[in-house]
């Protein structure tokens, strides 16, 4: 059972544009939600991450939107470069159990210079 | 920053033969580390959750005898891949939380069984 679904699966966008992350999750247990950057052959690195109290949080070009309600959140790249190009990961975890991540299936970006 | 070690970065081995993969945490000490599995182009599988100084948690599916779990201090555990076969090829990732910077992800470990 998948507990968080991630869309799209991969995605092309212009230099400059705003690519789009969606994430929603079922398990209303979770109170954190990271997302990770991925690139070939090397191990996810923190972007950044949200608790629900707040609806949304940016760190430099990225952007977090929560919706609590909705049970969703998204990731935003203002600006986008052609280093951005990578697979990008939502997570979720809920209190206990050390910080268990539940990822969702990926979205392969590719920024087009 | 918070830096997980992973060691080595890739491995080539025989079918039959042993792997060890080793996961450290440099500037903090883990109570607890995650092992994940990686397919290309899939997203991550929780294998296990090692504590340190007891037993590993597995999750449903993955053979405990076949991953060996080993967390024998704060800022060590490894994975051994016992009697490898080619269908282990895989990306092995550990993962550890430190307190300021959250869930930080090791560089991972691409192992090739042939």
């Known amino acids: 059972q998948q507990q968080v679904k991630q869309s799209p699966q991969s995605l092309i966008v212009q230099k400059g544009g705003i690519p789009i992350i969606n994430c929603a999750y079922e398990?209303?247990?979770?109170?954190?939600f990271p997302w990770y950057q991925q690139f070939p052959g090397k191990g996810p690195a923190l972007l950044i991450a949200?608790?629900?109290?707040?609806s949304e949080k940016k760190e430099g070009r990225f952007t977090i939107s929560f919706n609590k309600s909705a049970k969703q959140f998204s990731l935003h790249i203002m600006d986008s470069q052609p280093g951005d190009s990578a697979t990008y990961f939502c997570?979720?975890?809920?209190?206990?159990?050390?910080?268990?991540?539940?990822f969702g299936a990926g979205t392969i970006l590719r920024v087009k210079s | 920053g918070a830096v997980v070690s992973q060691h080595p970065s890739r491995v080539i081995c025989k079918s039959g033969t042993s792997v060890k993969i080793e996961c450290r945490s440099l500037?903090?000490?883990?109570?607890?580390m995650f092992w994940y599995r990686q397919f290309p182009k899939q997203s991550l599988m929780l294998m296990a959750t090692?504590?340190?100084?007891?037993?590993?948690?597995?999750e449903q599916g993955v053979e405990k005898d076949k991953f060996l779990i080993n967390h024998a201090s704060l800022t060590l555990s490894t994975l051994t891949v016992t009697s490898a076969h080619p269908e282990d090829s895989s990306f092995y990732i550990c993962?550890?939380?430190?307190?300021?910077?959250?869930?930080?992800f090791g560089s991972g470990t691409q192992l090739s069984v042939l």
């Open positions: 993962s550890a939380r430190s307190r300021r910077q959250g869930v930080v």
């Open positions: 398990n209303t247990a979770f109170d954190y």
């Open positions: 949200i608790r629900p109290d707040v």
């Open positions: 997570a979720a975890s809920a209190p206990g159990g050390g910080n268990k991540l539940v």
């Open positions: 500037d903090f000490q883990a109570t607890t």
């Open positions: 090692s504590n340190e100084g007891s037993k590993a948690t597995y």
